[in-house]
């Protein structure tokens, strides 16, 4: 599976769009973005994957470049609660369903 | 609540003692998973377990002995551990491991110290 390149902290004022950036230049056709977030000492949340398009749910909105080598995440209008661990990571379809977890970036929402 | 439910929550035990850990999960999934979380670290996954047989195995001392006996519920023995083993663990569940557009689903966890 590709490696993704992500920053350890950002920061966003409460209220403002988050928008976080993945850098995975070396992903392969046939995987995907996925993204969770883990708020403190609590399970990973999903929150929303693509393979091509952008895609859009009640949580985020994902951007995924032309030449898929990078993604945005963006939650429109971050509270404080959007507080946690954001992961992105992209994986092929494989036997086992395993998902890689990297560092992850800090988003630390401000009121 | 995600529909998948670790039990203890929290767990304390000595290094002679034998526990395990309880994962089940109410979603109609079919694969199960293992992750360990320690401090300050990713997760790190464990033992990935499709359709109740065992397909992953991420280098694990045997120290840690997992059960999986059907596709709703799964086990994590513990024995003989070491302090460094005190963790985060982490069960997640999905409905096609084998699909691109796999989506974990995790409990909350369950704490574990070692003393």
């Known amino acids: 599976d590709a490696k993704t390149t992500q920053p350890p902290s950002m920061d966003c004022a409460e209220g403002r769009a988050a928008n976080l950036p993945c850098n995975h230049s070396?992903?392969?056709?046939?995987?995907?973005v996925y993204w969770y977030r883990q708020i403190h000492s609590q399970g990973p949340q999903y929150i929303i994957h693509?393979?091509?398009n952008n895609e859009t749910n009640e949580m985020a909105s994902l951007i995924i470049t032309e030449d898929r080598k990078s993604s945005t995440l963006i939650l429109p209008h971050a509270t404080l609660r959007d507080t946690a661990v954001y992961y992105c990571i992209v994986r092929v379809a494989s036997d086992t369903g395993k998902l890689i977890f990297g560092q992850g970036t800090t988003l630390q929402v401000k009121p | 609540e995600t529909g998948v439910t670790q039990t203890p929550r929290h767990l304390v035990m000595g290094m002679t003692n034998k526990k395990s850990l309880k994962c089940e999960q109410h979603l109609g999934h079919n694969a199960m998973y293992w992750y360990k979380q320690s401090a300050k670290k990713p997760l790190e996954l464990m033992f990935v377990y499709n359709f109740k047989e065992q397909t992953e195995n991420n280098s694990v001392p045997s120290r840690f002995s997992p059960e999986c006996p059907n596709s709703s519920h799964l086990f994590l023995h513990l024995h003989t551990l070491q302090p460094e083993d005190s963790a985060l663990y982490l069960c997640?569940?999905?409905?096609?491991?084998?699909?691109?557009?796999?989506?974990?689903?995790f409990g909350a966890g369950s704490r574990l110290t070692v003393l």
């Open positions: 070396t992903i392969s056709g046939n995987e995907y």
């Open positions: 693509g393979l091509k």
């Open positions: 997640a569940s999905s409905q096609e491991p084998h699909s691109g557009a796999n989506v974990l689903t």
